[in-house]
T-cell receptor, first 116, second 115 residues
Framework: ETGVTQTPRHLVMGMTNKKSLKCEQH?????MYWYKQSAKKPLELMFV???????ENNSVPSRFSPECPNSSHLFLHLHTLQPEDSALYLC???????????????FGSGTRLTVV | AQSVTQPDIHITVSEGASLELRCNYS??????LFWYVQSPGQGLQLLLK??????LVQGIKGFEAEFKRSQSSFNLRKPSVHWSDAAEYFC?????????????FGKGTHLIIQP
């Protein structure tokens, strides 16, 4: 247990479904992130939140919609996904944006998403 | 922008043998460097990091890494691997001057341990 909890661990959804991924951290961190991990590709940074404000949006399709209601919770809302969106989605946190450069991230275990 | 190359997609090592995983980075100045490990079905766990100072850094689980500026490398080593070390290993770099993108990760090296 790293202190960053992601649910569900596995998710299978159809292309017309709407689902949400949840991330929760109780480390007192102020920055949270969504990463996409696909086979044979580097981790892709999707979204960055600092103090509940979105800081970066790295050209992610609009079918992915993040939400950060407070500093401990981060959601990724999914709708009308494509099969190529199947991947491991990782949530991470850091004390703040600068701390990630000095100390790295604390990652959750991820949600394995399969789009059928 | 910084980049990271892990030349080996797969590495197979016998249990008890020594290990070296390669990492090369591209960055204009001295970056911050990291190694992460990912066990099957898990997220990434930080093994060790380098900022400055002693170029040989010690991490958890008996791992160490050496920063070599002249070779732009930050190779991960372990003198004797255990079956539990079988996992995916990621090298990452962050710009020491700060940067909006945070860490840049390599594609990973899959470590297989033979009995």
């Amino acid at each position: 247990e790293t202190g960053v909890t992601q649910t569900p661990r596995h998710l299978v959804m159809g292309m017309t479904n709407k689902k949400s991924l949840k991330c929760e951290q109780h480390l007192g961190h102020n920055a949270m992130y969504w990463y996409k991990q696909s086979a044979k590709k580097p981790l892709e940074l999707m979204f960055v939140y600092s103090l509940e404000e979105r800081v970066e949006n790295n050209s992610v399709p609009s079918r992915f919609s993040p939400e950060c209601p407070n500093s401990s919770h981060l959601f990724l809302h999914l709708h009308t996904l494509q099969p190529e969106d199947s991947a491991l989605y990782l949530c991470a946190s850091s004390q703040d944006l600068t701390a990630r450069l000095h100390y790295g991230y604390t990652f959750g275990s991820g949600t394995r998403l399969t789009v059928v | 922008a910084q980049s990271v190359t892990q030349p080996d997609i797969h590495i197979t090592v016998s249990e008890g043998a020594s290990l070296e995983l390669r990492c090369n980075y591209s960055y204009g100045a001295t970056p911050y460097l990291f190694w992460y490990v990912q066990s099957p079905g898990q997220g990434l766990q930080l093994l060790l990091k380098y900022f400055s100072g002693d170029t040989l850094v010690q991490g958890i689980k008996g791992f160490e890494a050496e920063f070599k500026r002249s070779q732009s490398s930050f190779n991960l080593r372990k003198p004797s691997v255990h079956w539990s070390d079988a996992a995916e290993y990621f090298c990452a770099v962050a710009p020491s001057g700060g940067g909006a993108d945070g860490l840049t990760f390599g594609k990973g090296t899959h470590l297989i341990i033979q009995p």
